[in-house]
Each structure stands twice: as C-alpha cells, then as structure tokens.
C-alpha cells in the first residue's frame, strides 16, 4: 500500500524513515537537514562510517528522537557519481531489500531524489511507487510525506494513474 500525505516525516509513525544521504551519510537536502536536527545530538554517532559508501546503497541506523525506529540512509551521490535518475533508483531497490532483510514492514519518506534538485515531483514520485516491492510483507507500506497540499494531490495522481 503506498499513500501520500501532508505531515512532518520527523513525527510520522512508521517503522523507518527514508533520509537521502552522501558517501559519508551526511545530509543532500533541505528536509534531511531538518530530519536530522530532529533526530538529536545521538542521531549524529549513530551514522558515523568508517569508509565512504557508494551511490545506490542503503544502510540503517537507529533514528534517534525520531518517532520511527529506523532510518534507512538511502546514498544517492558520492564523490564520483552525481545524483541520477539511476543512482535514486538503484538507492531505493537497496532501501526495499534492507526492509526486507530486517523484517521492516512500514517507511515514510519524502519523495526521493525531488529534494537532490534532479527529478521533479512526479518523476521521483513514479520512481518510488516503480520500484516498491507490490505485495511484499516487507516493506508492506509506504507513506510519501510531502509538504503542501498542492504536491499531494500531484502526487495522489501519480498513485491513481499507476493503480489502473
């Protein structure tokens, strides 16, 4: 089940959170930056790394104050690849498998790879609902956060014209 809503990512419950990232883990847009103010002053040790990650991936950490149990850090640039169409595809197909392989059945997220200045809102939003894993047990659900009711209802276009 996918559905968008208007709220703050920070205090939405859901299992795990959807946090854009670079190599480092360190924030590339706006709302991460806010995500992680929210998270706290633990949130930071939390998402250290010893070695820089590669574009495409995605790992979890704790999420410090954050309503959820989990962020998922999905890497959609590094210092040799610039943010793509591809590289926010293959962050998020690493995002559903990390789901599954720790039994994470509910994500939020704002749309990935609109905030990184590449993809607009409907494309980032037909990228997350084409590569949600339909009919998995996990992730079961993903609810688009998004800011104005504009984008929503953008978005609730999105969902219906993909359902049929």
Do not use: K, N
């Amino acid at each position: 089940m996918i559905q968008a809503v208007v709220d703050d990512l920070a205090f939405l419950e859901a299992e795990a959170v959807l946090r854009p990232a670079d190599a480092s883990l360190e924030p590339v847009t706006a709302s991460a930056v806010r995500l992680d103010r929210q998270a706290g002053p633990g949130f930071a040790a939390q998402r250290r790394v010893s070695m820089p990650l590669e574009a495409g991936a995605a790992v979890i950490t704790g999420a410090g104050d954050l309503a959820a149990d989990y962020v998922l850090h999905v890497i959609i640039q590094d210092p040799e690849t610039l943010t793509t169409r591809e590289t926010v595809r293959r962050a998020l197909v690493s995002a559903w498998e990390r789901c599954a392989e720790w039994g994470i059945r509910s994500v939020a997220s704002t749309p990935l790879g609109a905030g990184a200045g590449l993809l607009d809102l409907e494309e980032a939003t037909e990228l997350m609902v084409a590569t949600f894993p339909a009919g998995a047990a996990c992730p079961a659900s993903l609810t688009i956060v998004l800011e104005r009711d504009e984008d929503r209802h953008l978005v609730d276009a999105v969902l219906r014209r993909r359902a049929g």
